[in-house]
């Protein structure tokens, strides 16, 4: 296979992820100043208030998401004002797959995260076969991270504004895929970015930032799985730590791990919800103590250095929004880690990804299937 350079040759073509925010807007005039050639593109899932089909049902995009109608005209405007070629390519029907996994999950008794899918699946996975459908060696986006090689190898790096870091959502593609990316704002700070679009005269340069799902309007999550799989929803037993029946809910979908909040049963000191267990139908409530977890497993394991099986040192974020914290992670096969913590941690929920770091470096993530009690943990 031909090894690709570091960096693109001027007038290389590259295909820009233009998701109609600030970031991508910079990266992009970022790009043109390196006299690259440009093809700016948005992944169309759907519009606010348009369905998406999968597997027989519905799911409506709303404004406050990514990747909204109003989202498709800033990045249309964008690319006209850069004098580039703007692109929307119809990627609903790849979006269905999505929806589907975020529903599974959730049911399954799971907490997923559909914004790291999306990058696994489309923004990093179809959009590399439309660049290359359009004769674009590199894809482009606005993510604050970096992509650096050491030894020959891409690295994927935390972003120079470490509190906007998109690192983690970007720790399942491969090193072959790594080597194709360009992240052009992952070396400067969100002010600076919206500075330079201000300069420009752009019409993102104050837009907010997406903060939610964008299928899931006002982060109801079960009130949008109720509507589209109502029959999913039963009632069933919410029990102390002893197994005792303490009260009872109406669908173990609207609880989350480290959940205090709605309840509606009184104790002498605050409960939380310790455990879901779908099968049984049952909620778990208990002291805050019986939230920590010591460890956790992990499958679909990517790895960015030389895989271990040894223990190794690092720090471990196990949320988008989290910090990383002392840990230690290794392979156990090719396709799992264990991770412990040094210091045990709260709600670590099954469905989400854990990504290791060294310094500002990714190490390896997966996606957390067990947690390790904090007193079983060595």
């Not at 990627?91 to 797959?97: L, P, Q, T």
Request: aromatic share 6%.
């Amino acid at each position: 296979m031909h090894r690709m350079s570091e960096a693109p040759a001027k007038g290389e073509r590259v295909l820009v992820a233009m998701s109609g925010g600030v970031d991508s807007t910079v990266a992009a005039a970022m790009l043109l100043d390196q006299g690259l050639d440009l093809i700016g593109c948005f992944m169309r899932l759907g519009e606010t208030g348009e369905d998406v089909h999968e597997a027989g049902s519905n799911v409506k995009l709303h404004h406050r998401g990514c990747c909204s109608i109003s989202d498709a005209g800033d990045a249309r405007r964008v690319c006209d004002m850069l004098g580039i070629p703007f692109y929307a390519v119809n990627f609903k029907e790849d979006f269905g797959r999505i929806v589907s996994y975020f529903e599974r999950e959730y049911h399954a008794g799971r907490t997923p995260n559909p914004c790291v899918r999306c990058n696994d699946w489309l923004k990093f996975g179809r959009l590399f076969e439309y660049a290359k459908a359009m004769g674009a060696s590199w894809v482009a986006t606005g993510h604050h991270a970096r992509v650096e090689h050491v030894d020959g190898r891409p690295r994927l790096r935390r972003g120079h504004d470490l509190p906007k870091d998109q690192s983690y959502v970007l720790f399942g593609q491969s090193s072959e895929r790594l080597s194709r990316m360009l992240l052009p704002v992952g070396g400067i700070t969100k002010d600076e970015v919206r500075q330079r679009a201000n300069d420009l005269g752009m019409p993102t340069a104050n837009k907010p930032d997406s903060m939610e799902i964008c299928f899931v309007p006002d982060t109801d999550y079960a009130g949008m799985l109720r509507k589209r799989q109502p029959e999913q929803f039963t009632s069933g037993d919410i029990v102390d730590e002893h197994g005792n029946r303490v009260g009872t809910h109406e669908g173990h979908q609207h609880f989350t791990i480290g959940q205090r909040r709605g309840l509606n049963i009184a104790f002498g000191e605050p409960r939380y919800v310790t455990a879901k267990d779908p099968s049984a139908n049952t909620i778990t409530i208990g002291p805050k103590s019986h939230l920590l977890a010591g460890g956790c497993t992990a499958a679909e394991s990517t790895w960015h250095v030389p895989q271990d099986s040894d223990w190794i040192p690092c720090r471990a974020q196990i949320r988008a929004h989290g910090e990383p914290l002392p840990a230690r992670v290794r392979a156990t096969s090719d396709t799992t880690i264990d991770v412990e913590f040094a210091t045990p941690q709260e709600a670590v929920a099954t469905g989400q990804a854990v990504v290791c770091y060294h310094g500002e470096h990714v190490v390896c993530g997966g996606w957390i299937d067990a947690t390790t009690s904090a007193d079983t943990a060595s």
